[in-house]
Nanobody, 125 residues
Framework: QVQLVESGGGLVQAGGSLRLSCAASGRTFSRNAMAWFRQAPGKEREFVVAISSSGGSTYHADSVKGRFTISRDNAKNTMYLQMNSLKPEDTAVYYC??????????????????WGQGTQVTVSS
């Protein structure tokens, strides 16, 4: 059974930092693109950042560019999201996702086949 489990969320003041982790089990994702999405209350789930299978290529949404950094450790089957300079508008449930087939990242939510349960990130002003 494939599972993605996020951790590292919490409450932080504006300007602070958090590091999210996404641990995969049930299969290896070393040849698969992965991504982070987020969903704020009353809004649709939106793309945040994605990474290719090797980690050599990433793409960030404009809203997080320069503040968030995605990375992965394929030996540990784990992906990370370092979030710096957090803003109240970053408050959301953050989900990790994995593509079953492709090594190349995508911004499209439907491209991702596996999803974690989400971790809450709350940024206070």
């Amino acid at each position: 059974q494939v599972q993605l489990v996020e951790s590292g969320g919490g409450l932080v003041q504006a300007g602070g930092s958090l590091r999210l982790s996404c641990a995969a089990s049930g299969r290896t994702f070393s040849r698969n693109a992965m991504a982070w999405f987020r969903q704020a209350p009353g809004k649709e789930r939106e793309f945040v950042v994605a990474i290719s299978s090797s980690g050599g290529s990433t793409y960030h949404a404009d809203s997080v560019k320069g503040r968030f950094t995605i990375s992965r450790d394929n030996a540990k089957n784990t992906m990370y999201l370092q979030m710096n300079s957090l803003k109240p508008e970053d408050t959301a449930v953050y989900y990790c996702a994995a593509d079953r087939d492709s090594s190349n990242w995508s911004l499209v939510r439907a491209r991702y086949d596996y999803w974690g349960q989400g971790t809450q990130v709350t940024v206070s002003s």
